[in-house]
T-cell receptor, first 112, second 113 residues
Framework: KAGVTQTPRYLIKTRGQQVTLSCSPI?????VSWYQQTPGQGLQFLFE???????NKGNFPGRFSGRQFSNSRSEMNVSTLELGDSALYLCATAERGRDEQFFGPGTRLTVL | SQQGEEDPQALSIQEGENATMNCSYKTSINNLQWYRQNSGRGLVHLILIRSNEREKHSGRLRVTLDTSKKSSSLLITASRAADTASYFCATDGASGGSYIPTFGRGTSLIVHP
């Protein structure tokens, strides 16, 4: 099976802009989770989608949102970008969501 | 706040030696997982241990879990240069029906050839 794919791999934006990141799960995986990784805060859970519904949510402001499509592909959107949003955004997929997760290579977002 | 905290933060050893990393967590868990990350890339799942298990093996990896002490350890035996990576523990953070996976800050392992 093909692995988890994330696009784009690198992105440079300026403050105030918005960005959309995409994640395509492994075939058959219905759970998609998003994480933010920074040197200061480490890996933090953003949210999880399962069958097009947000099932769990971490402690992030409303500027961070997501959605999942009927083919399980997921997008994450960050509006009104701040410098502190610079991070590696990782997507992880699983068959059900509570066991082994398979991670994509990540999208490196730089906010200038 | 981080649920899992790895110790030590950094570990430097020679090829062939064993590497032991520890993880402590704060709340009850259903399972605990260990992941490896190479140089800012995606994480690779290594092993999952459930709360009713005490020890699990996978190749050169051995994981123990002590729920009374809320701690886990990852042992890599006969380490190789290719084991150089950051290692994270993750707990399922089950609380009130919600599921918030929580990762520690990781142990950076360097294996010198």
């Amino acid at each position: 099976k093909a692995g988890v794919t994330q696009t784009p791999r690198y992105l440079i934006k300026t403050r105030g802009q918005q960005v959309t990141l995409s994640c395509s799960p492994i075939s058959g995986h219905r759970s998609v989770s998003w994480y933010q990784q920074t040197p200061g805060q480490g890996l933090q859970f953003l949210f999880e989608y399962f069958s097009e519904t947000q099932r769990n949510k971490g402690n992030f402001p409303g500027r961070f949102s997501g959605r999942q499509f009927s083919n399980s592909r997921s997008e994450m959107n960050v509006s009104t970008l701040e410098l502190g949003d610079s991070a590696l955004y990782l997507c992880a997929t699983a068959e059900r969501g509570r066991d082994e997760q398979f991670f994509g290579p990540g999208t490196r977002l730089t906010v200038l | 706040s981080q649920q899992g905290e790895e110790d030590p933060q950094a570990l430097s050893i020679q090829e062939g030696e064993n590497a032991t990393m520890n993880c402590s967590y704060k709340t009850s868990i259903n399972n605990l997982q260990w992941y490896r990350q190479n140089s800012g890339r995606g994480l690779v799942h290594l092993i999952l241990i459930r709360s009713n298990e005490r020890e699990k093996h996978s190749g050169r990896l051995r994981v123990t879990l002590d729920t009374s002490k809320k701690s886990s350890s990852l042992l890599i035996t006969a380490s190789r240069a290719a084991d150089t990576a950051s290692y994270f523990c993750a707990t399922d953070g089950a609380s009130g029906g919600s599921y918030i996976p929580t990762f520690g800050r990781g142990t950076s392992l360097i294996v010198h050839p």
